[in-house]
């Protein structure tokens, strides 16, 4: 079977009505990233970082995948399918695709403060200060910040090294490490990138640029993949 890795961002759910980070109304239009998501915001104020995973917890609940998550779904009739995202909902499980790698974290589920390995799943239950792990330190949201490491890249970069075919959907690509995923395809890959506003990215090389909304572009491309095959 031939493997598709697929890198996604926000705009694969923005049509299920979760809101992107870095577009007109986006999350950090609204929220400053000092705040709600680095290290120096949870020790300055962990009740407001959390009322703010809290809130987006609770709003995942009212969200169902849409189009482009269940396409993505399908394609694993044909094709060894691996999804790498860095969206911290739970739209491609709840799709049904197996193979989900999360790099920036999960809204469903609370870390250990101090020893990160200590993860638990909290499902659609909030996060309160007071609530502790097993070595008694407060609870955070299981999230990847700004300024700390992200786990998973490695393991990431090892998947999109054997893809034979990469998409890439609904990311503006602003994020490093994971923004620097598309370097590790291996030069015979076929690459593809799905954005209503992709023609920002022209210059990237040797990739298939779809300017259309996640909902529309990732089921054409992945009926074109399965009458492929
Ligand atoms: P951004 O908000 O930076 O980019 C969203 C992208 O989605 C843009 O390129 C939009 O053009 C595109 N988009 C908007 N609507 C779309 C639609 N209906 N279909 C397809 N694409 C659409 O979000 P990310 O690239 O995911 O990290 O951001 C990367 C990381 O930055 C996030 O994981 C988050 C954030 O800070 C953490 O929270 C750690």
Avoid at 47 to 63: C, G, I, S, T
Avoid at 86 to 113: C, W
Avoid at 121 to 150: A, M, T, Y
Wanted: hydrophobic share 40%; with cysteine.
């Amino acid at each position: 079977m031939k493997k598709v890795v697929i890198l996604t961002g926000a705009g694969i759910s923005a049509e299920s009505g979760i809101k992107t980070f870095r577009d007109s109304d986006g999350l950090w239009e609204n929220h400053s990233i000092e705040e709600v998501a680095t290290p120096e915001g949870w020790r300055r104020d962990p009740e407001l970082v959390l009322k703010f995973y809290n809130d987006r917890r609770a709003q995942l609940f009212e969200v169902v995948p849409n189009d482009a998550h269940t396409a993505l779904q399908r394609l694993e009739a044909q094709y060894d399918v691996q999804i790498i995202t860095q969206n911290v909902d739970n739209l491609h499980e709840r799709a049904g695709s197996s193979k989900i790698l999360h790099l920036h974290g999960l809204l469903t589920q609370a870390r250990s403060s101090v020893d990160e390995s200590l993860v638990y799943e909290l499902g659609n239950k909030e996060i309160k200060l007071g609530d502790k792990c097993e070595k008694g330190s407060q609870l955070r949201p299981h999230i990847v910040w700004f300024g700390e490491q992200v786990p998973n890249i490695e393991i990431a970069a090892r998947m999109v090294e054997k893809a034979d075919i990469l998409m890439v959907i609904g990311t503006s690509l602003a994020v490093y490490p994971a923004a620097g995923l598309l370097h590790y395809a291996p030069r015979k890959c076929r690459k593809f990138l799905i954005d209503p506003n992709a023609s920002k990215m022209d210059h990237l090389e040797g990739v298939t640029i779809i300017n259309e909304k996640a909902g529309t572009g990732v089921p054409k491309l992945v009926e074109q993949l399965l009458n492929e095959n």
